[in-house]
């Protein structure tokens, strides 16, 4: 598969809560994931989290994905049934290196996330 393919895959997942799938696209070694508020070294830490935020996950909707070489970047609406937050527009740059991902670079209002999450955060792991 190319890149933006295993990158699609990847959102389409994520989106239906397939997450052992999901995370089968991620590389076990030298894994890295980077948000304005979080980051995670190990895929397992970062799937944990996704599981935990699948609760109040209405929709994933892609609204766009482009890609250049390795590198594949996504446009993401994020809606939830957590009214307080609403909906959380994403943006996300993956590198794609041997057939997974490798690194995970989004980038988002932190002050939303952080208000839902009461500033409990999660730390790399």
Do not use: C
Not at 17 to 23: G, N, V, W
Not at 39 to 60: E, S, V, W
């Amino acid at each position: 598969m190319q890149p933006k393919q295993i990158v699609a895959q990847y959102i389409a997942d994520i989106h239906a809560q397939r997450f052992d799938e999901a995370k089968a696209l991620l590389v076990d070694e030298g894994f890295e994931y980077v948000g304005p508020n979080m980051r995670f070294l190990n895929p397992d830490d970062m799937m944990t989290y996704q599981f935990g935020m699948a609760a109040i996950q209405k929709d994933l909707i892609l609204r766009q994905l482009s890609a250049d070489g390795e590198h594949v970047f996504a446009i993401l609406d994020y809606q939830t049934n957590f009214e307080p937050i609403g909906d959380v527009r994403l943006a996300i740059w993956f590198r794609v290196q041997d057939d997974k991902i490798r690194t995970v670079e989004a980038f988002y209002n932190a002050a939303v996330v952080e208000n839902m999450l009461g500033g409990n955060l999660p730390s790399a792991g």
